[in-house]
C-alpha cells in the first residue's frame, strides 16, 4: 500500500472506533471505555514512541489517569467525554493525587471529537499547567501526527488496527460501483421528480425531535457520523457518475 491508502484505512478504523464508543456510551454501555485503555496505550506507544502502561491498575492513587510513561513523565487520560468539567475533573484529580510530582504533562485523549474550549490553560494552586490547545488531542490530532510518520510506521499502525477492530476496510472501487448502480435504479425509478422537490437536510421538519425526542441526540449524531466514513464514497459517485442534475439531487436524497 502507498501512504495515501494507509492514512485512508487508518481513518478508517479510527473512525469506526470512534462511532462505535459513542453508540455503546449513548446506551450506558462503558465497558468498550476500558478496552479503549489498553488500545491506546499500544497503539500511542507505536505512534509516538512512549512506553505506556496502564497506571490505574498499578497505582492506587493514579484513578485520574489511565496511562503513563515515567521515563517521559507523561499521562493520559482516555475518555470519550469531551465537556471542559471532565478535563477540570482530570487535572485537579491529577494534581490532588500528588501525580504531577511524577509526571511533567497530563494529556486528555478524547475518543471523538475535542469542543472549542473558553478557556486556554488550567492550572493549579501548586502551578501544575495543562493546556487546553496542545493537551486537549481527539481522533483528529492523532491523524495528524500519524500523517507525518515514514511509511514502514504508517504499515505497522494500519497493521495494529486491522488486527485489533477486525473492521474489514471497504474496497473503495466495488462500493463506488455498487452506489452508482444502486444511483442508477433509485433515479429512473423516480424519473418525475422534479429538482425542486428534494431537500439537502435529512430533517427538514425537525420530525427526529417531535417524533423521538429521548432519542434525537443518538439519531441526529448517527447520521453525522456515518456520513463521515461514507461521505467519501458518495463524492466518488457524483464526479463518475452521468445522471445529471435532477436525478443526482433525488439520488443523493434518498441515500
Same mark, same amino acid.
Given at each position: 500500500?502507498?501512504?495515501?491508502?494507509?492514512?485512508?484505512?487508518?481513518?478508517?478504523?479510527?473512525?469506526?472506533?470512534?462511532?462505535?464508543?459513542?453508540?455503546?456510551? +449513548?446506551?450506558? @454501555?462503558? %465497558?468498550?471505555?476500558?478496552?479503549? #485503555?489498553?488500545?491506546? !496505550?499500544?497503539?500511542?506507544? $507505536?505512534? &509516538?514512541?512512549?512506553?505506556?502502561?496502564?497506571?490505574?491498575?498499578?497505582?492506587?492513587?493514579?484513578?485520574?489517569?489511565?496511562?503513563?510513561?515515567?521515563?517521559?513523565?507523561?499521562?493520559?487520560?482516555?475518555?470519550?467525554?469531551?465537556?471542559?468539567?471532565?478535563?477540570?475533573?482530570?487535572?485537579?484529580?491529577?494534581?490532588?493525587?500528588?501525580?504531577?510530582?511524577?509526571?511533567?504533562?497530563?494529556?486528555?485523549?478524547?475518543?471523538?471529537?475535542?469542543?472549542?474550549?473558553?478557556?486556554?490553560?488550567?492550572?493549579?494552586?501548586?502551578?501544575? +499547567?495543562?493546556? @487546553?490547545? %496542545?493537551?486537549?488531542?481527539?481522533? #483528529?490530532?492523532?491523524? !495528524?501526527?500519524?500523517?507525518? $510518520?515514514? &511509511?514502514?510506521?504508517?504499515?505497522?499502525?494500519?497493521?495494529?488496527?486491522?488486527?485489533?477492530?477486525?473492521?474489514?476496510?471497504?474496497?473503495?472501487?466495488?462500493?463506488?460501483?455498487?452506489?452508482?448502480?444502486?444511483?442508477?435504479?433509485?433515479?429512473?425509478?423516480?424519473?418525475?421528480?422534479?429538482?425542486?422537490?428534494?431537500?439537502?437536510?435529512?430533517?427538514?421538519?425537525?420530525?427526529?425531535?417531535?417524533?423521538?425526542?429521548?432519542?434525537?441526540?443518538?439519531?441526529?449524531?448517527?447520521?453525522?457520523?456515518?456520513?463521515?466514513?461514507?461521505?467519501?464514497?458518495?463524492?466518488?459517485?457524483?464526479?463518475?457518475?452521468?445522471?445529471?442534475?435532477?436525478?443526482?439531487?433525488?439520488?443523493?436524497?434518498?441515500?
Amino acid at each position: 500500500m502507498n501512504r495515501a491508502m494507509l492514512i485512508s484505512g487508518i481513518n478508517h478504523y479510527l473512525t469506526h472506533l470512534r462511532v462505535s464508543v459513542a453508540q455503546l456510551n +449513548s446506551l450506558n @454501555l462503558q %465497558d468498550i471505555n476500558i478496552h479503549a #485503555e489498553t488500545f491506546f !496505550r499500544d497503539f500511542l506507544n $507505536l505512534v &509516538l514512541g512512549y512506553d505506556l502502561k496502564n497506571i490505574n491498575i498499578i497505582e492506587k492513587n493514579a484513578s485520574a489517569v489511565d496511562l503513563a510513561d515515567e521515563d517521559q513523565r507523561i499521562a493520559i487520560q482516555v475518555t470519550s467525554t469531551p465537556d471542559l468539567a471532565k478535563i477540570k475533573h482530570t487535572h485537579r484529580g491529577f494534581v490532588d493525587g500528588g501525580l504531577d510530582r511524577k509526571y511533567d504533562r497530563l494529556v486528555v485523549l478524547i475518543i471523538g471529537e475535542r469542543l472549542r474550549y473558553r478557556e486556554s490553560t488550567l492550572e493549579s494552586n501548586a502551578g501544575f +499547567s495543562m493546556s @487546553l490547545v %496542545d493537551d486537549v488531542w481527539d481522533v #483528529e490530532e492523532l491523524l !495528524r501526527k500519524i500523517a507525518d $510518520l515514514p &511509511l514502514d510506521k504508517l504499515k505497522r499502525c494500519f497493521d495494529l488496527l486491522r488486527d485489533e477492530l477486525h473492521i474489514a476496510v471497504p474496497r473503495e472501487s466495488n462500493e463506488v460501483h455498487t452506489l452508482m448502480r444502486v444511483i442508477e435504479v433509485l433515479s429512473t425509478a423516480d424519473g418525475d421528480l422534479s429538482a425542486g422537490e428534494n431537500r439537502e437536510d435529512p430533517d427538514p421538519e425537525q420530525k427526529i425531535h417531535d417524533r423521538f425526542a429521548d432519542h434525537a441526540d443518538f439519531l441526529e449524531s448517527q447520521y453525522v457520523n456515518l456520513h463521515e466514513i461514507y461521505g467519501r464514497t458518495l463524492a466518488e459517485v457524483n464526479r463518475h457518475s452521468d445522471l445529471g442534475h435532477v436525478k443526482s439531487a433525488s439520488s443523493r436524497s434518498i441515500l
